[in-house]
T-cell receptor, first 114, second 114 residues
Framework: GAVVSQHPSWVICKSGTSVKIECRSL??????MFWYRQFPKQSLMLMAT?????????EQGVEKDKFLINHASLTLSTLTVTSAHPEDSSFYIC??????????FGSGTRLTVV | AQTVTQSQPEMSVQEAETVTLSCTYD???????LFWYKQPPSRQMILVIR??????QNATENRFSVNFQKAAKSFSLKISDSQLGDTAMYFC???????????FGTGTRLQVFP
C-alpha cells in the first residue's frame, strides 16, 4: 500500500533555531500533502495544505512565516519551523492520499524546543 | 464549517467484549467520506474503516463495523471481540469531496482490560 516516510521521528532543538521535517511519498505521487499538529492527548489540527509546485494554503491562525511549507516535487514535502520557541513543541504529522481511499500518514515528528 | 464531535473522552472494555464509540458530525454537504482512525501509543495513525456517504450499507472490516445514520449525522464504531491490541486513541474523521480537508474529532481513548 501507499507509504509516507516522515523524518526525523524526533528532534530536540534550541530556542531560536530552525527545524526541517520531511515527508516523502515512497510509492505514489503526492500532489497534495496535509500537515497536522497534535498536542498531547488532543486531536489533530490541520495546519496547512501543500500542493506540488504552488504555494501552501494555511489554516486560519497558523503563522505562515513561522511554518514554512515547501512541496517542490511530487514525492517530497517539507515543513520548516523557523525561529522555534518552546510553545512550538508538539507532534507534527503529514498525510497524503485520496479521499475515498483514506489517507496515509507519516509516522510523525516529535519536536521539543528547549 | 464542518465539525466532528466525539462525546466519549475515555472508554474501557473487557477483552472479548463489544464496545461502541460514538461520533457525530455537522455538515451541509451531501457527498463526503467518514473514517475511523486508530492511534496506538506509537502515534502512527492507522485507518480502521471508511464509509462513503452515498452508501446506505454500513461498512464492516472484520471485527470493526459502523452504524452510519446519515439523517442523524451519526457514525459510531463497534468493536467486537475486543483485543488487548485494540487499546488506542480512536479518531472519527470527515472529509468533504468539495473541501478535500480531513477533519478530526477530539478522540476517544479506549482501554481494553484482560
Amino acid at each position: 500500500g501507499a507509504v509516507v516516510s516522515q523524518h526525523p521521528s524526533w528532534v530536540i532543538c534550541k530556542s531560536g533555531t530552525s527545524v526541517k521535517i520531511e515527508c516523502r511519498s515512497l510509492d505514489f505521487q503526492a500532489t497534495t500533502m496535509f500537515w497536522y499538529r497534535q498536542f498531547p492527548k488532543q486531536s489533530l489540527m490541520l495546519m496547512a495544505t501543500s500542493n506540488e509546485g504552488s504555494k501552501a494554503t494555511y489554516e486560519q491562525g497558523v503563522e505562515k512565516d513561522k511554518f514554512l511549507i515547501n512541496h517542490a516535487s511530487l514525492t517530497l514535502s517539507t515543513l520548516t519551523v523557523t525561529s522555534a520557541h518552546p510553545e512550538d513543541s508538539s507532534f507534527y504529522i503529514c498525510t497524503s492520499g485520496g479521499q475515498g481511499d483514506g489517507y496515509t500518514f507519516g509516522s510523525g515528528t516529535r519536536l521539543t524546543v528547549v | 464549517a464542518q465539525t466532528v464531535t466525539q462525546s466519549q473522552p475515555e472508554m474501557s472494555v473487557q477483552e472479548a467484549e463489544t464496545v461502541t464509540l460514538s461520533c457525530t458530525y455537522d455538515t451541509s454537504e451531501n457527498n463526503y467520506y467518514l473514517f475511523w482512525y486508530k492511534q496506538p501509543p506509537s502515534r502512527q495513525m492507522i485507518l480502521v474503516i471508511r464509509q462513503e456517504a452515498y452508501k446506505q450499507q454500513n461498512a464492516t472490516e472484520n471485527r470493526f463495523s459502523v452504524n452510519f445514520q446519515k439523517a442523524a449525522k451519526s457514525f459510531s464504531l463497534k468493536i467486537s471481540d475486543s483485543q488487548l491490541g485494540d487499546t488506542a486513541m480512536y479518531f472519527c474523521a470527515f472529509i468533504s469531496l468539495n473541501t478535500d480537508k480531513l477533519i478530526f474529532g477530539t478522540g476517544t481513548r479506549l482501554q481494553v482490560f484482560p
